[in-house]
């Protein structure tokens, strides 16, 4: 079974069993902690409490760290495609891009890129969504995280 054409609606990753499964069954147990911490307190449900929070701040950052190479590897297969695919105007310009303007133009197509990179650039474009937003013709990344 193949996977739908990818677009500004669809692209964004949700892992089921991260997002819907293992995320709740720390978040509840949590909730819990924190509800007999205030309601019969002592060290013990406090522990639990401390425990709980720290666990879940962990898996976040277990989360968010790898989302962090990704921009990283991203920023570099960009910048490499736009020194192919610019004009000579806007080659000399690539290292002005950030990594979050990098992130939203991955998904112009070559044809478009360069024509969107100006505006980008032009009009001082920041916010991934609004660039992602302004693709015409979506360029599917299947391999994210």
Request: proline share 5%; glycine share 4%.
């Amino acid at each position: 079974m193949s996977e739908p054409a990818q677009n500004f609606e669809n692209h964004a990753k949700f892992v089921r069993a991260y997002h819907g499964v293992a995320f709740p069954m720390l978040l509840v147990p949590t909730l819990w902690f924190a509800y007999q911490t205030v309601t019969d307190f002592s060290i013990n449900a406090l522990m639990f409490q401390v425990f709980a929070v720290g666990l879940i701040i962990a898996v976040l950052f277990a989360r968010l760290f790898p989302l962090g190479v990704q921009d990283r590897v991203i920023r570099l297969e960009e910048q490499m495609r736009l020194a192919r695919l610019l004009p000579d105007d806007l080659r000399d310009r690539v290292g002005d891009f950030t990594t979050n303007q990098l992130v939203g133009l991955r998904f112009a197509p070559d044809d478009e890129l360069p024509d969107l990179a100006r505006r980008v650039l032009d009009e001082g474009m920041s916010d991934r969504k609004a660039i992602k937003q302004a693709v015409k013709n979506w360029r599917a990344d299947n391999q994210r995280i």
